[in-house]
Nanobody, 123 residues
Framework: QVQLVESGGGLVQAGGSLRLSCAASGRTFSSYAMGWFRQAPGKEREFVAAISWSGGITYYADSVKGRFTISRDNAKNTVYLQMNSLKPEDTAVYYC????????????????WGQGTQVTVSS
């Protein structure tokens, strides 16, 4: 089992920044990818960003490219999502997710999920 705990969500004005963190614990594999997804009320879960074990491969949704940055610190088993230039449409519950091997944008391929952290961007 793998446990994921997100933190760093909150309320911010449009144009502001937040940094989300996700700490992994438990029986993690020696090489695993991490992803961030989000879900707004009444909408489907959508991909935000993903990163490989080495950090050398990253994927971003078009809607966040150039504004969000995913990174990781393997010594701390933690992945981050730096969110800049936030917009009201970024408002959602953000979830981190874990999968063995390489990253992917499809949420169905991830095996473990955090409980989510709320991000609210006011206009």
């Amino acid at each position: 089992q793998v446990q994921l705990v997100e933190s760093g969500g909150g309320l911010v004005q449009a144009g502001g920044s937040l940094r989300l963190s996700c700490a992994a614990s438990g029986r993690t594999f020696s090489s695993y990818a991490m992803g961030w997804f989000r879900q707004a009320p009444g909408k489907e879960r959508e991909f935000v960003a993903a990163i490989s074990w080495s950090g050398g491969i990253t994927y971003y949704a078009d809607s966040v490219k150039g504004r969000f940055t995913i990174s990781r610190d393997n010594a701390k088993n933690t992945v981050y999502l730096q969110m800049n230039s936030l917009k009201p449409e970024d408002t959602a519950v953000y979830y981190c997710a874990y999968k063995v091997a390489g990253p992917t944008t499809g949420w169905k391929f991830y095996d473990y999920w955090g409980q989510g952290t709320q991000v609210t961007v006011s206009s």
